[in-house]
C-alpha cells in the first residue's frame, strides 16, 4: 500500500536527503528493566506492536523525485525490525552501546526507520533501546510503544489477550488529512510571519554560522542544564493557574523576556512543538503527529510580565490550534522564522502500565544531537522542572557552553524573579546574575584621561610645535613631487593664521576650510587653530547651498578657498599673503584651552539638514597621545592621508603622524588613485595605512595585483563590519608580517572609541575591539540599564572623547548626549544607535544600527535626509533610499526621472549622498503594519546605454569582460560610461586591478576615471601595452604579448 | 525605545539632557522642574538651551578655574 506523505513528513524526508550523517532526528525511549526478563516473549510482544501499528511497518520509497510511504501489511515476513541482543560487560559499557544508538542516524531508503535493542547488564538488569527515525514517530508516540509493549508482554505472561484502545486511524489517513489541512492554513502564517525581524540569538549563536564565513564546531555544541526547585515550580503553576493558563505559556513567556532582555528585539519568533492529538482518535496512534508551530510574541511598549503573559495565551490559543505548513510555503528561510524553539515536553511521564515481573527504570541515554542553533526544552522530573539549553557550537566561540550555562542560569533568575513580581514590567525583572554584573564593571573600559598621573598632557597643536621646535627641518608633508619640511609648514601656518586674524577671525569662531588635497590643506588647518578658532573642513567640490548652509550653522563667516563663495562670505587665500607675516605671528601657537572646540564636522541629519558635530581639543588631544602610543608612530613613518578632510578620519592619519615628527604623504589625484601611489617610486617606503573597511575589502580582493610597500608594518581599518574572508586572506598574504587594527567609533566620540588588533584568531565577525585609553564603553538595553557578555545593547561611549555636541540643536544634542552616571560628576556620553554586544573573549562585536542609519562604501548616510531632498522635488510623491550592493538606491513614485533626480540632489548634497540606482515605481510596497516592505523592492536593474556598439577589439572585450563582472551588468558596449553603469572609486581599483592581471601591465587607477567608456580604455590600455613594449626586450615582449592574449 | 516619563535635566556646565523620573540625576546633574515625555523634554530643551557653550567656554578671555588642565597647560 502505498500513501503520500503528511507535509511534515516530507521535510524531514527532505532534510535528511540533503544531510544523511544528521542522527537529529533520530527518536529513543531507553529503559532499564530490573528482574526476569523473558526476551523471547519480549520478541513476541514487539512483534504484536509492530502489526498493530501501521508506522512501524513503513518505509519510505522515492519515486521520480517524490517519497511515498510504503506499508507492508501487519505479519508479513520481513516487517519486523531486527533486534539486537547484546551482552555488556558493565554498566559503563552498556552506557556506550545506548549513546551509540541514539546518536546514530537513518537511512530512510534502507527499510522501516526502526531498531531495538537488547542490552543484557546481569541475568537480571536488561536494558531496552528502541530507536526510531522521528518521519515515523514522535515524542508522544514513544511513550506508546513502550505501553503497548508493557501490556504485549504482560498479556503473553498471563496468557491472556493485550488489553488495548481501538486504533481507528493509521498514518497513512492521517497524512491525507494532514495535507489538506496544512493547504489550508497557508495564507494565515504567510500573514502572521510576514517581514520576520532578524533573527538575532543570545551568546552570539548562529553568528559564527551564517553565510561564507560561517565557523559552526560541533565539538562545542552540547547542552546546558539546570533545575527550578520544587518551590518554584509550584509558584509557576499557580501563577498560571491564576492567569486561566498553562505552565506552558509562562514559561514561553518567559522565554521570550529572556530573548528580549538579549537581543533588545520586541518583536520575538519562537518555535514550540505542539502533540497534534487533539482528536481522540488520534491519541493511540504512533505516527509523526508533532507540528512545529511558531508563536510571535508582540513585547513592545514594556508590558508587565503578567500582560505579557496575556499576550502570549491569546497568540497561543491562535497559532497552537493551526496545523503548521513547511517553511518553504512562508518565504522566508526556516533560520529566519524559527530561529529558536521552546519546548515543554509533558508527555514523558514514565511507564504507567506494568511491564511483567519487571520493574521499569530510566537509563542515561547519552544523546548528543542538537537540532538548532538554540532551543530550551523543559519536562518534569520528581516534581522539579529541568530545563535543558541546546547550542550547536555555531557562535564560533571556544567559551560558547559556558555562555549558554550563563544563559541557562539567568532564565531560572529570570523565572524566580517573574513568579516574585509578575507585575514588575519586563525590562524590571532580574535576569543578570552576580558574575554577570561583575563583567559589565570589569568590560566597560577606564574611562581616565591620564597617560600619566599628574598632567593630562600638551593639546595637539602643542604636540605638533614640538615637533617644529625639535626637526625643523625633517619632511612633514609630501604632495606629489613637493616636500615640506616641518619648519616651512608652521611658517605658512603662522603665516595663514596672521592672515586670519587680520580678516577678523577671533578666538573660539569657526573657519571653513574648503580645498583640494594639498599641503596648503594641511597647513590651514593648523592655522586655523593658530588663531584659536575651530576649523569646518568641506570636500573641493562642495555643493554651494549645503556649503553656505553649513556655514551659517556653525556661525562661520570665514573659509579658507581658492573657490568663489556666495555673498557675505570671507575667502581666505590658503597662502596667506606675504604681508601678514609680522615677527609676533611665528613664535609659539596661543595656549590652546583644552576645552575650545577644535573642529567641526558635518555629519548627514535624519531630519534632512546636515549637522554639525563640535569636537573640543582635549577630546582630539587624548586621541592622538592614544594613536601615536598604539600605532607606534616616529620619525621615519611614512603615513598615507587618504581620508578626505569632509570626515574625521582625516585627524588619525594628519595628526599623530605630525606629533611624531613622521612623514604625511599626500594623494593628490583623490584616495582612489593609492594604488598607483604605492607603485610608483617611493610608494615602497608607506609605512601606515588608514583605509576605510569598505575599501580595504576591494584591495584585499584584488591582494596579489597591489604593490604593497615592503615598509608597510600597519594598516589601520575602520567604518563597517569586517569580512572574515578579508581577514583570513589578508594573514593568508601578511601573516604577523603587518599589523592589522580594527577600529570603530563615531564623529561624536572623536574618531575612534574602540579598537583591536585582528591577530590569527579566526573570525565570524571581526570584532571591534576594547574602548581606547580615556574612554569607557557601556552596552545599555532599552531601560538604560547595562548588560553583561553576550547580550546585545546599544553601544554608548563615555570617557574625554565625547564630543561637545550638534551645534544649534539643542534637542538632537540634549537626546543623544546624556548624563553618564558612571563617569565623573556632570559628565555625559554618547548614545551611537549602534547595536553591539560582548563576545565571550570580552571585545566587542558591532550587529549594526538601531535606527535606519545606512554606511555605504564607508559613508555614513542618513536616508532620511535623502528623501527629504527628493520629496522636495515636485516631480516626488513618496520616497524610499537604501543600500543594496554597495550602492545608494532611490526607489521614487512620480514623474520625476532617476536623471533629473540626480542632478536635483547634485545641487545640494555631497556625492555620497546622492543615489546613483534609480527605480521608480507606482507605489513604494507596504508591509501590513505599513512600513515600507523592503523584501518586496525590485533590485534596481542597470541598462547599457542607447546606441549598443558591442566591442570588438581585444582590449575592448577585455574592458568589457571586466566591467560586466564588476559592475554586473550584462551585454556592456564600447560608448557605456563606467561611472553611469555604477562603477565606484572602490570599483576603479579593481578594474586597474584585472586589466593588470588580464595584460601584465600596470594600469594607473587615475586612468580609470579619466576614460571613462570602454573604448576610451581600451585605447588607453593599448598605448599602455604599446609603451610596455617599446621598453622591453623582444624576449620580454613575446612573454607579455602571449599572457595577453590568453 | 521605551517612553518612561522623563526629566529635564543640567549639569554644572549648564548643558541639558534628560533623564528618568523616577531615577535619581547622577552626580553634578540637577532636575530644572520640567517633567513630562522624552519628547516634551526634548521639545523643551530646544527652547531654553540657548547657548549651548559650556558655562566654562563662553567667555573666551576667561579661564575656567574648575579644569586643572588649563592651568597646567598655561603654567609650562
Known amino acids: 500500500m502505498r500513501a503520500p506523505l503528511s507535509p511534515g513528513q516530507e521535510r524531514l524526508w527532505l532534510l535528511q536527503r540533503l544531510n544523511p550523517r544528521d542522527a537529529s532526528y533520530t527518536m529513543y525511549t531507553v529503559r532499564r528493566l530490573r528482574g526476569p526478563l523473558d526476551t523471547g516473549t519480549l520478541e513476541q510482544a514487539l512483534a504484536d506492536v509492530v502489526a498493530r501499528h501501521e508506522g512501524l511497518r513503513t518505509r519510505f520509497d522515492e519515486e521520480d523525485g517524490v517519497p511515498w510511504a510504503v506499508a507492508e501489511p501487519p505479519g508479513a515476513a520481513g516487517s519486523l525490525p531486527p533486534v539486537e541482543r ?19 542516524p537513518f537511512d530512510l531508503a534502507e527499510g522501516v526507520p526502526l531498531r531495538v535493542a537488547v542490552i543484557a547488564i546481569g541475568a537480571l538488569d536488561h536494558v531496552l533501546c528502541v530507536t526510531m527515525h522521528h518521519i515515523i514517530g514522535d515524542g508522544w508516540s514513544l511513550g506508546i510503544l513502550f505501553d503497548d509493549l508493557a501490556e504485549c508482554y504482560t498479556a503473553r505472561l498471563h496468557g491472556r489477550a493485550p488489553s488495548l484502545a481501538p486504533l481507528p486511524v493509521q498514518p497513512s489517513d492521517y497524512a491525507r488529512w494532514q495535507r489538506r489541512r496544512a493547504e489550508r492554513a497557508v495564507p ?86 505542539v502533540a497534534g492529538r487533539d482528536r481522540v482518535e488520534l491519541e493511540p496512534m504512533i505516527g509523526y503527529l508533532s507540528q512545529t508551530v511558531v508563536l510571535r510574541g508582540d513585547l513592545d511598549g514594556d508590558p508587565s510580565f503578567t500582560e505579557l ?75 522539579e522542572i529541568v530545563v535543558s539549553f541546546g547550542h550547536d557550537g555555531s557562535s564560533g566561540s571556544p567559551h560558547e557552553a559556558e555562555a549558554v550555562r550563563r544563559l541557562a542560569e539567568r532564565f531560572l533568575l529570570l523565572l524566580e524573579s517573574a513568579v516574585a513580581e509578575p507585575h514588575r514590567r519586563i525590562s524590571e525583572l532580574r535576569v543578570w546574575t552576580g558574575d554577570d554584573e561583575a563583567d559589565i564593571r570589569a568590560m566597560a573600559g577606564d574611562g581616565a584621561d591620564a597617560p600619566e598621573p599628574d598632567s593630562r598632557g600638551p593639546m595637539v597643536p602643542e604636540m605638533i610645535a614640538e615637533t617644529v621646535r625639535r626637526t625643523p627641518g625633517a619632511v612633514a608633508v609630501v604632495c606629489g613631487e613637493t616636500e615640506i619640511t616641518y619648519g616651512e609648514l608652521d611658517r605658512r601656518a603662522a603665516r595663514l593664521a596672521a592672515a586670519l586674524r587680520a580678516e577678523g577671525v577671533r578666538p573660539g569662531d569657526v573657519v571653513g576650510v574648503c580645498l583640494p588635497r594639498s599641503a596648503e590643506a594641511i597647513s590651514a588647518l593648523l592655522a586655523v587653530w593658530r588663531a584659536g578658532a575651530a576649523y569646518l573642513p568641506f570636500e573641493p567640490d ?86 601615536r602610543e598604539e600605532y607606534g608612530l616616529a620619525p621615519g613613518d611614512r603615513v598615507v592621508q587618504f581620508a578626505s578632510l569632509s570626515f574625521d578620519t582625516h585627524l588619525e592619519e594628519v595628526f599623530p603622524t605630525l606629533a611624531a615628527g613622521a612623514t604625511l604623504v599626500l594623494l593628490p589625484g583623490g584616495a582612489a588613485t593609492l594604488p598607483d601611489l604605492l607603485a610608483a617610486p617611493g610608494g615602497e617606503r608607506i609605512t601606515m595605512l588608514d583605509l576605510p573597511t569598505a575599501y580595504w575589502h576591494h584591495l584585499v580582493e584584488e591582494i596579489d595585483q597591489i604593490a604593497w610597500p615592503p615598509a608597510l608594518r600597519l594598516v589601520v581599518i575602520g567604518g563597517e563590519q569586517a569580512s572574515g574572508g578579508a581577514v583570513t586572506r589578508w594573514r593568508g598574504r601578511f ?49 538604560g540599564a547595562p548588560v553583561p557578555k553576550g547580550v ?28 553618564d552616571p558612571l563617569g565623573s560628576p556632570g559628565s555625559r556620553r554618547y548614545r551611537t544607535g549602534d547595536r553591539a554586544r560582548w563576545n565571550q573573549e570580552g571585545a566587542l562585536e558591532f550587529l549594526g544600527r538601531l535606527d535606519g542609519q545606512l554606511k555605504v562604501r564607508g559613508f555614513r548616510i542618513e536616508p532620511g535626509e535623502v528623501e527629504a531632498r527628493l520629496l ?26 532617476g536623471e533629473e533626480l540626480a542632478g536635483h540632489l547634485a545641487r545640494t548634497l555631497p556625492r555620497h549622498l546622492v543615489p546613483t540606482a534609480w527605480v521608480v515605481l507606482d507605489a513604494l510596497p507596504l508591509t501590513s503594519r505599513g512600513k515600507v516592505d523592503r523584501a518586496a523592492l525590485p533590485a534596481p536593474v542597470r541598462t547599457p546605454s542607447a546606441g549598443h556598439v558591442p566591442p570588438s577589439t581585444d582590449a575592448e572585450l577585455l574592458v568589457a569582460e571586466i566591467w560586466a563582472e564588476l559592475l554586473g551588468v550584462g551585454s556592456i558596449g564600447v560608448n557605456d560610461d563606467f561611472f553611469t553603469l555604477g562603477g565606484h572609486s572602490l570599483l576603479a581599483t579593481r578594474i586597474a586591478a584585472r586589466l593588470r592581471r588580464g595584460t601584465g601591465v600596470e594600469v594607473p587607477v587615475r586612468t580609470i576615471f579619466e576614460r571613462r567608456t570602454v573604448a576610451e580604455l581600451a585605447v588607453a590600455l593599448e598605448d599602455l601595452l604599446v609603451a610596455e613594449l617599446e621598453n622591453m626586450s623582444e624576449e620580454e615582449a613575446e612573454r607579455l604579448l602571449s599572457s595577453a592574449g590568453s | 525605545m521605551i517612553d518612561s516619563p522623563m526629566l529635564v535635566v543640567v549639569n554644572d556646565e549648564e548643558q541639558y539632557s534628560v533623564w528618568w523620573s523616577d531615577r535619581e540625576p547622577p552626580a553634578g546633574w540637577r532636575a530644572t522642574g ?31 578655574v574648575r579644569d586643572p588642565a588649563t592651568l597646567s597647560a598655561r603654567d609650562r
Not at chain 1, 520493574?359 to 526544552?377: C, H
Not at chain 2, 515625555?37 to 523643551?44: A, P, S
Request: aromatic share 6%.
Open chain 1, 309 to 383: 503573559l496575556g499576550r502570549i495565551r491569546h497568540e497561543a490559543l491562535t497559532a497552537l490550534s493551526r496545523p503548521s505548513v513547511p517553511f518553504e510555503r512562508i518565504g522566508h528561510p526556516a533560520e529566519a522564522l524559527m530561529p529558536t524553539m521552546f519546548i515543554l515536553h509533558t508527555q514523558d511521564l514514565g511507564p504507567t502500565r506494568p511491564f511483567g515481573d519487571l520493574s521499569v527504570g530510566f537509563f542515561p541515554d547519552g544523546y548528543r544531537q542538537v537540532k538548532l542553533g538554540l532551543y530550551a526544552e523543559a519536562w518534569f522530573e520528581d516534581g
Open chain 1, 542 to 627: 562642495e555643493p554651494e547651498e549645503r556649503l553656505a548652509f553649513s556655514l551659517a550653522d556653525a556661525g562661520a563667516t570665514h573659509v579658507i578657498t581658492t573657490r568663489a563663495l556666495p555673498a557675505g562670505l570671507t575667502a581666505v587665500d590658503p597662502l596667506g599673503g606675504e604681508d601678514h607675516a609680522a615677527p609676533d605671528d611665528q613664535g609659539e601657537p596661543a595656549g590652546t584651552r583644552p576645552g575650545d572646540v577644535a573642529y567641526v564636522i558635518s555629519t548627514s541629519g535624519s531630519t534632512g539638514r546636515p549637522k554639525g558635530v563640535a569636537v573640543e581639543h582635549r577630546a582630539i588631544a587624548a586621541r592622538i597621545r592614544w594613536m
Open chain 1, 872 to 897: 522636495d522635488h515636485p516631480g516626488v510623491g513618496q520616497a524610499f533610499v537604501t543600500v543594496h550592493a554597495e550602492e545608494l538606491v532611490a526607489y521614487v513614485t512620480g514623474t520625476a526621472t
Open chain 2, 34 to 64: 520640567f517633567a513630562g515625555t522624552r519628547q516634551e523634554c526634548l521639545d523643551h530643551i530646544e527652547t531654553v538651551w540657548t547657548d549651548m557653550r559650556p558655562l566654562s567656554a563662553r567667555d573666551p578671555e576667561t579661564l575656567s
Open chain 1, 188 to 273: 494565515y502564517w504567510q500573514e502572521r510571519l510576514a517581514d520576520p525581524p532578524p533573527p538575532d540569538l543570545p551568546c552570539g549563536m548562529g553568528s559564527g554560522g551564517s553565510g561564507d564565513e560561517g565557523i559552526r564546531d560541533e565539538g562545542r555544541a552540547g547542552f546546558q542544564i539546570v533545575r527550578m526547585g520544587r518551590e518554584v515550580a509550584g509558584e509557576l503553576d499557580r501563577l498560571a493557574r491564576e492567569h486561566r493558563t498553562t505552565l506552558f505559556t509562562v514559561l514561553m513567556t518567559a522565554y521570550q523576556v529572556l530573548l528580549n532582555r538579549h537581543t533588545g528585539h520586541t518583536d520575538v519568533l519562537v518555535g514550540t512543538a
Open chain 1, 792 to 819: 546585545i545593547g546599544e553601544l554608548v561611549i563615555g570617557g574625554v572623547g565625547v564630543a561637545r555636541g550638534y551645534l544649534r540643536r539643542p534637542a538632537l544634542t540634549a537626546a543623544a548626549f546624556v548624563p
Open chain 1, 735 to 783: 601573516g604577523d608580517g603587518v599589523r592589522l587594527v580594527n577600529t570603530y567609533g563615531p564623529t561624536e566620540a572623536a574618531v575612534i572609541a574602540t579598537a583591536t588588533d585582528l591577530g590569527a584568531t579566526p573570525y565570524g565577525r571581526p570584532p571591534i575591539g576594547r574602548p581606547v585609553g580615556a574612554t569607557t564603553v557601556h552596552l545599555l538595553d532599552a531601560a
Open chain 1, 86 to 104: 547484546i551482552e555488556a560487560g558493565d554498566e559503563e559499557h552498556a552506557r556506550r552501546l545506548v549513546a551509540e544508538r541514539v546518536n546514530a
